[in-house]
């Protein structure tokens, strides 16, 4: 199985700040046509994940431009830009090349300091 | 819009049986797949398993395989069903349905069903 390691798991921010999440993946996730089949997801307290980026750099409709998505083979990052109250929950990264199993990481508590 | 709207989650012993559903509906394409996620109080994602929009292809996670069943509802199309046997203390989770056209999109999700496998 795949296995997806996500770096900081707690990652306190400043309103307006900055922040970045890394997600290393223990098999390249490029599948044929070049594609890295990784998607990030956000939980919010008590909701449901929501999909944010997929095919490691793809935003979903709807999703603020503030956040964005790069990486390819194994090591992949998620960066918020102008950290908002609304940004708080955790973040997961999960891959899609290789299954089943599809895995996730363990997730990323993002707060606000 | 797609909407996804699980249920069936409740108290049961160890050893005991549960049947999850998933009503999937506002889809705009003929092909799409469902899949079951858990979360465990206060941890993780973990898949479960997937099953194609027709029934016809199903996967398993090995914590899970030879005890849960994933099928289509042969009277109601739209209607995915989770059998679950054998059920372990483990098994207690949050039960998501997410969905998506492709296997690996999981672009929508429901609200979950809590499973709860306590004597």
Known sequence: DVVMTQSPLSLPVTLGQSASISCRSSQSLVYSGGNSYLNWFHQRPGQSPRRLIYKASNRDSGVPDRFSGSGSGTDFTLKISRVEAEDVGVYYCMQGTHWPPFTFGQGTKLEIK | ?119
């Open chain 2, 1 to 119: 819009e797609v909407q996804l709207v699980e249920s069936g989650g409740v108290v049961v012993q160890p050893g005991g049986s549960l049947r999850l559903s998933c009503a999937a509906s506002g889809f705009t394409f003929d092909d799409y797949v469902i899949h079951w996620v858990r979360q465990a109080p206060g941890k993780g994602l973990e898949w479960v398993s997937l099953i194609s929009w027709d029934g016809s292809s199903t996967y398993y996670a090995d914590s899970v395989k030879g005890r849960f069943t994933i099928s289509r509802d042969n009277n109601k199309n739209s209607l995915y069903l989770l059998q679950m046997n054998s059920l372990r203390v483990e098994d207690t989770a949050l039960y998501y349905c997410a969905s998506g056209r492709y296997s690996h999109g999981f672009d929508y999700w429901g609200q979950g069903t809590l499973v709860t496998v306590s004597s």
